[in-house]
């Protein structure tokens, strides 16, 4: 019995280390600087580019920003953002929401899209 705690303890520290590192906010801040930062702004009041102003996007609604032409496709889906449905889209942004006008491959890696949320989430609280 002893040694089934010894272990469960074990694979619970690895497993929740394992998962603050495949959150790693500074891997998520390089990873938007080279993949979103050209087209998207994260600061309150901040532009609207190519690209809408992220400020405050956990929990708001697809297609409501501020002083952003969404598509009709965008505004339609109505999907609240949080990491899961985040994750889903900036994986494949045309798979997951056909007929969107975002003119992006998606991020592929695992740990890239994991960081990039994680950094969104706290870059704009």
């Known amino acids: 019995m002893r040694n089934w705690i010894g272990v469960a303890s074990v694979l619970a520290v690895g497993l929740s280390a394992s998962a ?6 500074a ?7 080279t993949q979103c930062k ?13 690209g809408p102003n992220l400020y405050r996007i956990m929990g708001r609604r697809s297609g409501t920003g501020q002083g952003y032409g969404y598509s009709e496709v965008m505004r339609r889906f109505a999907i609240e953002w949080n990491d899961a449905t985040l994750a889903a889209y900036l994986r494949d942004p045309k798979a997951d929401m056909p007929g969107t006008k975002k003119v992006f491959a998606g991020i592929k890696q695992r740990d890239q899209l994991a960081d990039v949320i994680a950094y969104l989430k706290e870059a704009t609280k």
Do not use: N, P, W, Y
């Open 20 to 25: 603050a590192s495949a959150q790693d906010v």
């Open 38 to 50: 050209a087209c998207h702004t994260l600061q309150r009041g901040g532009a609207t580019t190519t």
């Open 27 to 33: 891997k998520g801040e390089r990873v938007f600087a």
